[in-house]
């Protein structure tokens, strides 16, 4: 069975914020340390399966002593970029976040992320990490190192404040970097990630949300999602499972798909005055679109569709074509990672 495209209706959208509505002032005189930005500065689910990429940046402990490890936590709007990870010729949030570290440290830099969200996947704490040679770290920080102690924490930290803000300046306004920490040595930002949480938002009401709608699967029914029955389901999913059902067939092949989840919940809340069910969902990793193949299939058994122990019928096929179907990206946002 292939997968099932989102074919509900567009609703009205926000105006976008800007940068600056995000973020404060980017004004470049703030940072002159760090930056100075030249003129020309304006500018699918998840899968937390390691690359070529990935895999190359994995931190070779032969040269751990020389490196200084830095990591940002970043938010970003999915609907802007074709996803996380780099890809030629499109505009990917891991290549605008690089282009601007080039800008900022004169080099090539290749970064980690905690998870490759899909196209139109947001995140609130994805987590990115880099390595720089202690001489390259120095350059960029050299104030850091002319006190000792207390004041070089302190100093360290507004060094860290500034190449955050000016990253800010620099990168597309659908991405923010909230934080920017020094790291201990074999830091990774995808390996040393201890636990992924992502939350799921669905609308259901006969009218479509105006200032969720870029952010929930907006489901048109009067009738609210069965909440008692989709948690009942929830609990067929906790643990180490084989998650094969659950995730892009052709993505499973030649890899273990034993994922374990440590919780999976749904409450109901509300932003911005509107009304949503979110589906909370937090393990150790995730295959390709697994989270959405989740959430279409309990959104079946909110619907009253199938029983909650269909679920376990889903893991025991150990077949895509066994799930539901995959809810749409837009709904979808990697909440935080635990190290």
Same mark, same amino acid.
């Given at each position: 069975?292939?997968?099932?495209?989102?074919?509900?209706?567009?609703?009205?959208?926000?105006?976008?914020?800007?940068?600056?509505?995000?973020?404060?002032?980017?004004?470049?005189?703030?940072?002159?340390?760090?930056?100075?930005?030249?003129?020309?500065?304006?500018?699918?689910?998840?899968?937390?399966?390691?690359?070529?990429?990935?895999?190359?940046?994995?931190?070779?402990?032969?040269?751990?002593?020389? #490196?200084?490890?830095?990591?940002?936590?970043?938010?970003?709007?999915?609907?802007?970029?074709?996803?996380?990870?780099?890809?030629?010729?499109? +505009?990917?949030?891991?290549?605008?976040? #690089?282009?601007?570290?080039?800008?900022?440290?004169?080099?090539?830099?290749?970064?980690?992320?905690?998870?490759?969200?899909?196209?139109?996947?947001?995140?609130?704490?994805?987590?990115?990490?880099?390595?720089?040679?202690? +001489?390259?770290?120095?350059?960029?920080?050299?104030?850091?190192?002319?006190?000792?102690?207390?004041?070089?924490?302190?100093?360290?930290?507004?060094?860290?404040?500034?190449?955050?803000?000016?990253?800010?300046?620099? +990168?597309?306004?659908?991405?923010?970097?909230?934080?920017?920490?020094?790291?201990?040595?074999?830091?990774?930002?995808?390996?040393?990630?201890?636990?992924?949480?992502?939350?799921?938002?669905?609308?259901?009401?006969?009218?479509?949300? /105006?200032? /969720?709608?870029?952010?929930?699967?907006?489901?048109?029914?009067?009738?609210?999602?069965?909440?008692?029955?989709?948690?009942?389901?929830?609990?067929?999913?906790?643990?180490?499972?084989?998650?094969?059902?659950?995730?892009?067939?052709?993505?499973?092949?030649?890899?273990?798909?034993?994922?374990?989840?440590?919780?999976?919940?749904?409450?109901? +809340?509300?932003?911005?005055?509107?009304?949503?069910?979110?589906?909370?969902?937090?393990?150790?990793?995730?295959?390709?679109?697994?989270?959405?193949?989740?959430?279409?299939?309990?959104?079946?058994?909110?619907?009253?569709?199938?029983?909650?122990?269909?679920?376990?019928?889903?893991?025991?096929?150990?077949?895509?074509?066994?799930?539901?179907?995959?809810?749409?990206?837009?709904?979808?946002?990697?909440?935080?990672?635990?190290?």
């Amino acid at each position: 069975m292939s997968e099932q495209q989102d074919m509900m209706p567009n609703a009205l959208k926000p105006t976008a914020e800007t940068k600056a509505d995000v973020i404060g002032e980017a004004d470049t005189a703030d940072i002159p340390d760090i930056i100075e930005v030249p003129d020309t500065a304006d500018f699918h689910g998840t899968t937390d399966m390691p690359n070529t990429a990935d895999i190359a940046s994995k931190p070779d402990t032969d040269n751990m002593l020389d #490196e200084k490890i830095i990591s940002l936590t970043i938010s970003y709007k999915g609907s802007a970029f074709h996803g996380f990870a780099r890809q030629p010729k499109q +505009t990917t949030v891991q290549g605008e976040l #690089e282009k601007a570290l080039k800008i900022i440290f004169r080099h090539d830099i290749e970064t980690v992320g905690a998870g490759r969200t899909d196209t139109g996947v947001h995140a609130l704490g994805q987590v990115v990490s880099f390595a720089l040679t202690t +001489t390259q770290y120095q350059q960029r920080f050299a104030q850091c190192h002319e006190f000792s102690g207390f004041q070089a924490k302190r100093f360290t930290h507004s060094g860290l404040l500034k190449l955050a803000s000016s990253l800010n300046a620099i +990168t597309p306004d659908e991405i923010v970097v909230c934080e920017a920490h020094l790291r201990p040595p074999g830091f990774s930002a995808r390996f040393s990630a201890k636990e992924r949480e992502y939350r799921y938002r669905i609308c259901t009401s006969s009218t479509a949300p /105006l200032f /969720l709608s870029d952010f929930a699967w907006w489901l048109r029914s009067d009738k609210p999602l069965d909440i008692i029955a989709m948690r009942e389901a929830c609990t067929y999913l906790l643990g180490e499972k084989d998650f094969r059902s659950f995730c892009v067939a052709k993505s499973a092949k030649e890899i273990s798909t034993m994922r374990n989840i440590n919780q999976a919940f749904v409450f109901c +809340t509300q932003h911005l005055g509107e009304r949503c069910t979110v589906v909370q969902i937090k393990g150790n990793a995730f295959l390709h679109s697994m989270v959405r193949v989740i959430v279409g299939s309990l959104v079946e058994v909110g619907l009253r569709q199938k029983n909650p122990d269909w679920i376990n019928q889903i893991l025991l096929a150990k077949d895509r074509r066994a799930a539901g179907c995959t809810a749409p990206a837009h709904g979808l946002t990697l909440w935080k990672v635990k190290y």
